[in-house]
């Protein structure tokens, strides 16, 4: 198998796609000549045509909105945002049209959004931000959040598969920086069931996208404590793998909620306040959220590296609920 | 000034053949329109009887231009029109007890109950349902058409909206994006003149709203929208110009909503001479008196439609007020697709 990066695996599970479908197209601001701000589509443009790789003017409500006309007439459309926070803009399109269409007209609306999400590296409060939260609270939607370059290769495939509107959060964080084997063939990932990325007994973390490495990282230093640390990558925020969830909060009896998105109204507090509803005698500690604080994602390094949580910060809930 | 082009009135008999109708087709378009106002009508009767749950809106004023744009439209062409556009509805073909089950929050509207009173359409008969967003649908049309566009198919797609409408940043994004890709879309600005109670010059500065598709590189035309021939060989030309490559055009019809916004307002605001002028150029007796003077509807085919139109619509009230309320296990139902709900004309 080879060896990509989890950037070079999104390229990867598109080009397949677009390859095997003819009904799929990627249009978005950019992607075409230039291969997207990211260049996740570089090369595209070449082998499929400038009218399956459509260079968009800056015009999110209308890039999404296309989508969803071309969706219903029969295509396969992927729309890229330049930046997941872009993605404000097209908010009527995608809560209002696309996401309702199915419910009250019947008429399913199967597109896929990519959204370039997470912060890192001083992007600030409008080129950083995780959205997953206000959109997997929207009813129709579906929200993928891949950690590993085999999910997001996988998941980006069941992405365009669906027959729904689909938010594919691509962490920007993990584009060069995460790399392993993906196979070349094409293959799904399903949406809504979880990943243990790591087995453990005594503490659970639930987590997914970028976190997923800093609990990695944590999870390690409590192997030196003498505490074994299960982390599970939920992978798609909406629908989500409750079960999972459940069945690692009953074996380790103790739950640290992880996410990046500020904290408030996270969609941690929803898998912490289900956890306490449906296991709660199964616990042996309160469930811990560990996210964002509730403010715009600052630019400079000190204040940006307070805003995410980082792996000091995951350590010291471990240790806490260890020792509860 | 005014830029776009300002549509003269349809004369002859002739000039409507040569536009695409003959004389049994004329008589047709008259069956719609009576069944469009007719429909409207009859629900805002069911309002006062307390059966229509919500609001009540209708187009009256508007069912010639929206007959009009319909009737121009292929039978493999798209459309999203709106609250005022009834007239779209039924030249497309929806049976009319559906229209009056969607009404009332029946299980065999449309939506099922799910949503109400305009907010619908059978995607079998190429409509998409609009939502309450105005200008949401115009990008959706757009996208219609790119698609088309995409497959090298020659389907034309219209997108309706209003003056009001036109003040937001869809219509301005769905039109920029139909102009640098000279895609095959007919936008159609329904211009009634007074967006709920918003008169036009607060809402937009140029003349005529049409007048803004210079600046998106297609051509705008303005028509007097209660006259139906003219606004359908206005549509006409514009769709087979979308439909040869010639990409977008924008038609603004002008109309007066003879209405309040919907049911509750008596439209207080609208100047009592305004009506009573636009009055006078009723869209349905216009196009009545033009087939009597042009294409001699005699008294008994006169007779013979309107008879059949009120067959239709009673027979059409009678089946929607048998037709049950949603049971409330349909709730939860369909918020999210099945792979199976693809199976349609359209999503193959």
Same mark, same amino acid.
């Given at each position: 198998?080879?060896?990509?990066?989890?950037?070079?695996?999104?390229?990867?599970?598109?080009?397949?796609?677009?390859?095997?479908?003819?009904?799929?197209?990627?249009?978005?601001?950019?992607?075409?000549?230039?291969?997207?701000?990211?260049?996740?589509?570089?090369?595209?443009?070449?082998?499929?045509?400038?009218?399956?790789?459509?260079?968009?003017?800056?015009?999110?409500?209308?890039?999404?909105?296309?989508?969803?006309?071309?969706?219903?007439?029969?295509?396969?459309?992927?729309?890229?945002?330049?930046?997941?926070?872009?993605?404000?803009?097209?908010?009527?399109?995608?809560?209002?049209?696309?996401?309702?269409?199915?419910?009250?007209?019947?008429?399913?609306?199967?597109?896929?959004?990519?959204?370039?999400?997470?912060?890192?590296?001083?992007?600030?409060?409008?080129?950083?931000?995780?959205?997953?939260?206000?959109?997997?609270?929207?009813?129709?939607?579906?929200?993928?959040?891949?950690?590993?370059?085999?999910?997001?290769?996988?998941?980006?495939?069941?992405?365009?598969?669906?027959?729904?509107?689909?938010?594919?959060?691509?962490?920007?964080?993990?584009?060069?920086?995460?790399?392993?084997?993906?196979?070349?063939?094409?293959?799904?990932?399903?949406?809504?069931?979880?990943?243990?990325?790591?087995?453990?007994?005594?503490?659970?973390?639930?987590?997914?996208?970028?976190?997923?490495?800093?609990?990695?990282?944590?999870?390690?230093?409590?192997?030196?404590?003498?505490?074994?640390?299960?982390?599970?990558?939920?992978?798609?925020?909406?629908?989500?793998?409750?079960?999972?969830?459940?069945?690692?909060?009953?074996?380790?009896?103790?739950?640290?909620?992880?996410?990046?998105?500020?904290?408030?109204?996270?969609?941690?507090?929803?898998?912490?306040?289900?956890?306490?509803?449906?296991?709660?005698?199964?616990?042996?500690?309160?469930?811990?959220?560990?996210?964002?604080?509730?403010?715009?994602?600052?630019?400079?390094?000190?204040?940006?590296?307070?805003?995410?949580?980082?792996?000091?910060?995951?350590?010291?809930?471990?240790?806490?609920?260890?020792?509860? | 000034?005014?830029?776009?082009?300002?549509?003269?009135?349809?004369?002859?008999?002739?000039?409507?053949?040569?536009?695409?109708?003959?004389?049994?087709?004329?008589?047709?378009?008259?069956?719609?329109?009576?069944?469009?106002?007719?429909?409207?009508?009859?629900?805002?009767?069911?309002?006062?009887?307390?059966?229509?749950?919500?609001?009540?809106?209708?187009?009256?004023?508007?069912?010639? =231009?929206? #007959?009009?744009?319909?009737? /121009? !439209?292929?039978?493999?062409? *798209? &459309?999203?029109? $709106?609250?005022?556009?009834?007239?779209?509805?039924?030249?497309?073909?929806?049976?009319?007890?559906?229209?009056?089950?969607?009404?009332?929050?029946?299980?065999?509207?449309?939506?099922?109950?799910?949503?109400?009173?305009?907010?619908?359409?059978?995607?079998?008969?190429?409509?998409? =349902?609009? #939502?309450?967003?105005?200008? /949401? !649908?115009?990008?959706?049309? *757009? &996208?219609?058409? $790119?698609?088309?566009?995409?497959?090298?198919?020659?389907?034309?797609?219209?997108?309706?909206?209003?003056?009001?409408?036109?003040?937001?940043?869809?219509?301005?994004?769905?039109?920029?994006?139909?102009?640098?890709?000279?895609?095959?879309?007919?936008?159609?600005?329904?211009?009634?003149?007074?967006?709920?109670?918003?008169?036009?010059?607060?809402?937009?500065?140029?003349?005529?709203?049409?007048?803004?598709?210079?600046?998106?590189?297609?051509?705008?035309?303005?028509?007097?929208?209660?006259?139906?021939?003219?606004?359908?060989?206005?549509?006409?030309?514009?769709?087979?110009?979308?439909?040869?490559?010639?990409?977008?055009?924008?038609?603004?019809?002008?109309?007066?909503?003879?209405?309040?916004?919907?049911?509750?307002?008596?439209?207080?605001?609208?100047?009592?001479?305004?009506?009573?002028?636009?009055?006078?150029?009723?869209?349905?007796?216009?196009?009545?008196?033009?087939?009597?003077?042009?294409?001699?509807?005699?008294?008994?085919?006169?007779?013979?439609?309107?008879?059949?139109?009120?067959?239709?619509?009673?027979?059409?009230?009678?089946?929607?007020?048998?037709?049950?309320?949603?049971?409330?296990?349909?709730?939860?139902?369909?918020?999210?697709?099945?792979?199976?709900?693809?199976?349609?004309?359209?999503?193959?």
């Amino acid at each position: 198998m080879p060896e990509l990066t989890y950037l070079q695996a999104i390229s990867d599970g598109l080009r397949t796609e677009m390859r095997r479908d003819k009904r799929v197209f990627i249009i978005g601001e950019d992607v075409g000549v230039y291969g997207g701000a990211f260049k996740v589509t570089l090369g595209f443009q070449e082998e499929f045509g400038h009218w399956r790789v459509i260079d968009a003017p800056l015009a999110e409500t209308a890039i999404v909105g296309a989508c969803t006309g071309a969706a219903i007439m029969g295509m396969r459309p992927v729309a890229e945002m330049q930046f997941a926070d872009f993605i404000s803009c097209a908010w009527d399109q995608l809560v209002t049209v696309a996401a309702k269409q199915r419910y009250r007209a019947g008429t399913p609306v199967p597109i896929t959004v990519r959204l370039p999400s997470g912060g890192g590296f001083s992007g600030g409060p409008f080129h950083s931000q995780n959205p997953e939260s206000s959109f997997a609270h929207i009813p129709g939607l579906k929200c993928v959040c891949p950690a590993t370059p085999e999910d997001a290769k996988g998941l980006l495939i069941s992405a365009i598969e669906d027959p729904n509107p689909v938010l594919y959060f691509e962490h920007k964080h993990l584009y060069r920086r995460i790399k392993a084997e993906v196979p070349e063939e094409r293959y799904t990932v399903p949406l809504g069931k979880a990943r243990v990325h790591r087995e453990g007994d005594d503490v659970s973390v639930i987590t997914w996208g970028a976190m997923v490495y800093t609990a990695e990282e944590a999870a390690q230093q409590l192997d030196g404590d003498g505490a074994s640390v299960e982390i599970l990558d939920l992978r798609t925020v909406m629908p989500w793998d409750k079960a999972a969830v459940l069945e690692s909060a009953r074996k380790t009896s103790k739950v640290l909620v992880l996410h990046e998105d500020t904290r408030t109204g996270g969609f941690g507090a929803e898998i912490a306040a289900t956890i306490g509803e449906e296991a709660f005698e199964d616990l042996d500690a309160p469930v811990k959220r560990i996210a964002a604080p509730d403010t715009p994602v600052p630019f400079s390094p000190p204040l940006e590296k307070a805003f995410i949580p980082q792996v000091d910060d995951v350590v010291a809930g471990l240790r806490e609920l260890v020792a509860y | 000034m005014a830029i776009a082009r300002e549509a003269e009135p349809v004369g002859s008999l002739r000039e409507v053949r040569e536009a695409g109708l003959d004389r049994e087709d004329l008589l047709g378009v008259y069956r719609n329109l009576l069944l469009t106002r007719g429909i409207e009508e009859r629900g805002h009767i069911l309002y006062r009887q307390g059966k229509i749950p919500g609001s009540f809106y209708t187009g009256r004023g508007n069912e010639g =231009a929206s #007959v009009g744009v319909a009737t /121009a !439209m292929g039978a493999d062409d *798209v &459309g999203t029109p $709106l609250h005022r556009d009834m007239g779209v509805h039924v030249v497309r073909g929806i049976e009319p007890w559906r229209i009056f089950a969607q009404y009332m929050g029946r299980a065999d509207g449309p939506t099922k109950g799910k949503d109400g009173n305009v907010h619908m359409a059978d995607s079998n008969l190429g409509l998409i =349902a609009m #939502v309450s967003h105005l200008p /949401a !649908m115009l990008p959706v049309a *757009v &996208g219609c058409a $790119l698609a088309f566009r995409i497959r090298d198919e020659k389907r034309v797609a219209v997108g309706w909206f209003g003056e009001g409408a036109s003040a937001r940043g869809d219509c301005h994004e769905a039109m920029t994006l139909a102009g640098v890709r000279k895609l095959p879309v007919v936008f159609v600005c329904d211009n009634n003149q007074w967006a709920y109670s918003t008169p036009s010059h607060l809402e937009f500065a140029t003349e005529h709203v049409a007048d803004r598709a210079d600046a998106y590189g297609f051509e705008g035309i303005v028509v007097d929208g209660t006259d139906l021939l003219a606004v359908y060989r206005e549509a006409r030309r514009a769709i087979e110009k979308a439909r040869a490559g010639g990409g977008p055009t924008l038609i603004e019809s002008v109309t007066l909503r003879m209405e309040g916004h919907a049911v509750h307002d008596d439209a207080f605001y609208v100047p009592k001479e305004m009506f009573e002028k636009w009055a006078e150029n009723d869209p349905l007796e216009r196009f009545r008196t033009w087939l009597r003077q042009n294409a001699d509807m005699s008294d008994e085919e006169e007779e013979e439609i309107s008879g059949e139109v009120k067959k239709i619509l009673n027979d059409a009230l009678k089946r929607a007020e048998e037709s049950p309320l949603p049971d409330i296990s349909s709730l939860r139902d369909g918020v999210y697709a099945t792979p199976e709900d693809l199976d349609t004309p359209h999503h193959k």
